[in-house]
């Protein structure tokens, strides 16, 4: 077993482990705080992030660590090797029993996603890839969608927002959806069930780098909203923006969001 294999084996089953804690947490009852902005977090997400951090750090002792849901701290910055974590990716599709909310788990080594694993419960999925070793899901290949013209593609992306802006380059007409999660909304971008995903706004690593490896390895393009490729594990733990499109697309997007004034 390679070793990226192995680090999947291990972050697969810790995920299914974390869904399986996450469910039984919400049949006995959550409990809810507002963090500072409002956004809402349970007592399954500190609960799962617990699991999680104990299951890895003990299996990898020697693995940097950043997740949502535990302070960050610059220790990660001198490991080769770190684990992503978000514990419940769409906490708030979670809250309302709704199916769209995930567990997401990366492994980084030295900026890049090489180990990617999202899970979503309610839906039985669970995506995987491995550097260089393509993109699964239930254990099957997937690839993104080999469309090429963004009249009529099927986005994931705020509609609102998208129709709301002036922009420099009038788009064509397409149709949008909604998902809660960031993570699964790369994921079905990656399995080809969606064409793109857009979010034209500041990004956490935990949202992103399982869907960033999982989308690349799957054949999709991931990028900020100016083209620029991602890196991981650095001390602001965010990128600037999400591009995730089938290949023939990202650059379409690309040419119309460029001009987009959007900074950190």
């Known amino acids: 077993m390679s070793d990226f294999s192995a680090d999947l084996a291990l972050i697969r089953d810790a995920a299914?482990?974390?869904?399986?804690?996450?469910l039984e947490h919400r049949a006995a009852g959550l409990k809810v705080w507002s963090k500072d902005g409002g956004s809402p977090v349970t007592s399954a997400d500190l609960a799962v992030d617990q699991l999680l951090r104990d299951a890895l750090l003990t299996a990898r002792p020697d693995y940097g660590w950043l997740s949502e849901e535990t302070a960050d701290?610059?220790?990660r910055l001198s490991k080769k090797r770190i684990f992503v974590v978000d514990p419940i990716?769409?906490?708030?599709?979670?809250?309302?029993?709704k199916p769209w909310w995930c567990v997401?788990?990366?492994?980084?080594?030295?900026?890049?996603?090489v180990a990617a694993v999202i899970h979503a419960p309610m839906m039985d999925e669970m995506f995987?890839?491995?550097l260089g070793g393509g993109a699964r899901l239930q254990g099957r290949p997937i690839s993104a969608s080999d469309t090429d013209d963004l009249e009529d593609a099927e986005l994931l992306a705020?509609?609102?927002?998208?129709?709301a802006r002036e922009w420099d380059e009038p788009w064509p007409s397409m149709r949008f959806s909604k998902r809660n999660a960031l993570a699964y909304r790369m994921a079905l971008v990656a399995a080809g069930a969606f064409d793109a995903a857009i979010a034209i706004s500041p990004k956490w690593d935990w949202d992103v780098c399982a869907g960033a490896l999982i989308a690349e390895e799957a054949g999709a393009k991931v990028s900020d909203h100016m083209?620029?490729?991602?890196?991981f594990n650095r001390p602001d733990p965010r990128q600037t923006s999400l591009i995730c499109a089938?290949?023939?697309l990202h650059p379409l997007i690309v040419r119309r969001t460029a001009p987009i004034p959007l900074a950190i």
């Open 73 to 75: 701290s610059t220790e």
């Open 16 to 22: 299914l482990a974390a869904g399986r804690l996450a």
């Open 89 to 97: 990716d769409g906490t708030v599709a979670f809250m309302k029993n």
């Open 158 to 163: 705020d509609a609102r927002l998208m129709e």
């Open 227 to 231: 083209g620029r490729p991602w890196r």
């Open 246 to 248: 089938a290949p023939a």
């Open 128 to 130: 995987e890839a491995t």
């Open 104 to 113: 997401p788990i990366a492994v980084v080594e030295d900026g890049r996603p």
